[in-house]
């Protein structure tokens, strides 16, 4: 259920419909079952046999907003099985003995060059998760932080609510309006 292949799909069957993309993307990049909704009923109200066709391939299988909180990649496509198959696709045709040994070659080689790699990095973080810290540190300004008792909070953010259980890392979405001064 690899979000990029669903898409590849829908855009196959539907190749004269230009907004299939961002809509499509904003269903499989929901963070929260809230974002989920709103991504599902504006695919709805684009095209309802769009819509038809991608519920058909269940897309809670590859939307963030289902994965579990044990998850620790926030990617919605399996780019690991394509790489997999990628590397090993010329030991492939060999026989089994040789095949394996190739493989594990090729494994040798990739564990060295990363670990050559990591050597020299200096940073606390990947270049990738820096970036994706430094953005999210952008947003925080607009967020207002209530702390509470045993890991319970509340954020607020643009007139929505998300408490917070950091205890059994969960969140819950709570919509409402609030004055400036809250």
Not at 2 to 19: D, E, M, Q, V, W
Not at 33 to 52: G, S
Not at 77 to 102: C, Q
Not at 121 to 129: A, C, P, Q
Request: charged share 25%; aromatic share 12%.
């Amino acid at each position: 259920m690899c979000a990029r292949h669903i898409y590849g799909n829908l855009r196959s069957k539907f190749p004269g419909k230009s907004r299939i993309k961002p809509l499509f993307w904003a269903v499989a990049e929901s963070y929260n079952k809230a974002d989920y909704d709103i991504a599902i009923e504006a695919v709805k109200r684009y095209d309802i046999a769009v819509f038809e066709a991608m519920m058909a391939k269940n897309p809670k299988n590859c939307s963030r907003a289902f994965f579990k909180t044990t998850s620790t990649c926030e990617d919605v496509h399996n780019n690991f099985s394509e790489s997999y198959n990628s590397a090993i696709n010329k030991a492939r045709s060999l026989p089994l003995v040789e095949m394996l040994e190739t493989v594990r070659r090729q494994c040798m080689f990739r564990i060295d060059a990363r670990k050559a790699k990591s050597i020299k990095h200096r940073g606390k973080y990947s270049l990738k998760v820096a970036e994706m810290i430094a953005e999210e540190e952008k947003e925080l300004k607009s967020c207002q932080l209530i702390p509470g008792a045993n890991g319970l909070f509340e954020v607020n953010e643009k007139g929505c609510s998300y408490a917070l259980n950091l205890t059994v890392m969960t969140a819950l979405f709570f919509f409402f309006f609030f004055a400036s001064n809250y």
